[in-house]
């Protein structure tokens, strides 16, 4: 069955980084799309950063845009959000989730498989 497993999260000062990583198993990785989606506290849970199985397309949330970068490893099935310059409302856990089609991928309702989350925390 498909998984997909993230790790990376942790506790960061405000302005710092981190990289999460999402490794996928039992789906052909190259054919879907991925994205990133967060939920903070008391919050409902929103999109991130996708990148699409076309011709490496990737879009953004505006909340998040020149401070976040997604790319994919086909060969590893892997998934990264690299995030730069973090701020405390960055804060949420983070959630990958694949796609086999094209629509929607800013939505949740756009995502096949869900993994089950990691935590970000970004003290101020």
């Known amino acids: 069955q498909v998984q997909l497993v993230e790790s990376g999260g942790g506790l960061v000062q405000a302005g710092g980084s981190l990289r999460l990583s999402c490794a996928a198993s039992?789906?052909?990785?190259?054919?879907?799309?991925m994205g990133w989606f967060r939920q903070a506290a008391g919050k409902e849970r929103e999109f991130v950063a996708y990148?699409?199985?076309?011709?490496?397309?990737?879009y953004y949330a505006d909340s998040v845009k020149g401070r976040f970068t997604i790319s994919r490893d086909n060969a590893k099935n892997t998934v990264y959000l690299q995030m730069n310059s973090l701020k405390p409302e960055d804060t949420a856990v983070y959630y990958c989730a694949a796609s086999s089609g094209l629509s929607y991928l800013t939505m949740e309702r756009g995502y096949d498989h869900w993994g089950q989350g990691t935590q970000v925390t970004v003290s101020s």
């Open positions: 990148s699409s199985r076309i011709g490496g397309y990737t």
């Open positions: 039992g789906l052909t990785f190259s054919r879907y799309s």
